[in-house]
């Protein structure tokens, strides 16, 4: 909720401000948004035709950029959610579904687990003076290199020869691939909507800036075709 605030109060200020400038400060902004939404087009949208959209009811290009703009920075925490997805699925290939509560479980008895890399070579040279003295535990093998955990109580200091600590997420890759379906599916919502936006509102801006047609005009058949697919898309 906090960030739902944070813009409504951004957007806000945003839209005063934006409302106090000179129709010439403006343009440029209003100038680079109809290049925005042309990119957003599809091919379809623009052979269909665009609905006729005159600014009326008190909605003006600021509101609309503003509008815009919150489209955007949502596109873009959806993008930064996935890559930060990707690159924690990608760490916890090696560990798998691995149990992650037990971190939890032996903090509460006042344990430690800790996550490793090492070469194979190394983990078998050393495998069970680890085992004896840090609990060690294979989780997986790949590449030439050993996964594998240590057991040891909280703060005790580990030093295990050629081999390097990971930082990983307190989530299972399973748990991981299912967030990681679920923002792919909410960047793609976002995608529709900002087409929508881009359609509904594209003339309105070329008003605002004082242009016309800037997109091909369709032919009645195209039109009756793209009325077709937002019918079939509402359903």
Known sequence: MGDFYAAVIYNSAFLSYLCSM?????????QEMLTEMQSV????????GLPENVMTDGVDASTLYVEWQELKHKLE????????????ILGMEPWGDFPMSRIDQLSKQGQSLRFWK????EFDGNRQQWIDNYQAELVSS?????????????????????AEEMSVTPSPVSTLLSLQTHAKDSLHRII?????????????????LGLHDTLKMPT??????RMLKRIIRSK
Do not use: C, M, W
């Open 192 to 208: 529709v909507q900002q087409g929508d936006f881009a359609l509904s509102h594209y003339r309105a801006i070329e008003e605002a």
């Open 41 to 48: 087009l599809s091919t379809d949208d623009i052979k269909a």
């Open 118 to 121: 090492v070469r194979d070579s």
């Open 220 to 225: 009645k058949r195209h039109r009756f075709k």
């Open 77 to 88: 925490k959806q993008k930064h959610l996935i890559r930060e997805l990707d690159n924690d």
């Open 22 to 30: 000179n129709t010439s400060d403006i343009t440029p902004l209003l």
């Open 142 to 162: 790949n590449g030439g290199y050993s996964y594998f955990v240590t057991v040891t109580p909280i703060e005790t200091v580990i030093v295990l020869t050629g």
